[in-house]
């Protein structure tokens, strides 16, 4: 019982850090602002970016998982229906694994993002924002990683986002951008 009441306290700090970490969450907290929704500054005329989305139960669940199977960092540009069908396949996992979610690959295409692994919690990515600028589809990518401050959990992680955007097929090119998350 006296082990319990010890290891309460710190899992409550690890809950109340993380909970703004989540793989689910649309925006980053900085700390003393209001939450916002990051994105990537980029050239060019706008090109709309649509976060895949599961389709289990409403609301389905964005296609973003922390426990991924992609081990090594990725960005991936996805033009085909095999294609996708393998990179869903490493997004899923060893989760129980949810229906390709359909994408018409004569008007758009797949973009994916993928960390590597990680050797904490906290750690989440995303894609926010894609451009054309001058023939080149410029798609942005926002990683948060965790400040020196945060509680995390140990457990080794993978995270991994996918968007649908207009096909392109001349060139696509990554904008990384690194956002570490504060913690009190």
Request: glycine share 8%.
């Amino acid at each position: 019982m006296r082990t319990f009441l010890a290891i309460l306290p710190a899992a409550a700090v690890v809950l109340a850090c993380g909970a703004g970490d989540s793989p689910t969450s649309p925006h980053v907290d900085l700390p003393g602002t209001a939450p916002t929704s990051p994105h990537v500054d980029l050239p060019g005329t706008a090109a709309p970016v649509t976060e895949i989305r599961t389709s289990g139960a409403p609301p389905p669940a964005p296609a973003r998982a922390s426990y991924s199977d992609f081990t090594e960092p990725a960005r991936l540009v996805i033009r085909s229906q095999e294609e996708w069908a393998s990179a869903w396949a490493l997004i899923q996992g060893s989760a129980a694994a949810s229906p390709l979610p359909p994408v018409d690959f004569g008007a758009d295409m797949v973009v994916v993002a993928a960390t590597g692994t990680r050797r904490s919690g906290g750690y989440d990515i995303i894609i926010p924002d894609a451009a054309l600028d001058a023939g080149t589809l410029r798609v942005g990518v926002v990683e948060t990683t965790p400040g020196s401050s945060c509680a995390v959990e140990t457990v080794l992680t993978s995270p991994v986002a996918a968007a649908r955007v207009p096909r392109h097929d001349g060139p696509v090119e990554f904008v990384d951008e690194t956002v570490a998350v504060a913690c009190q």
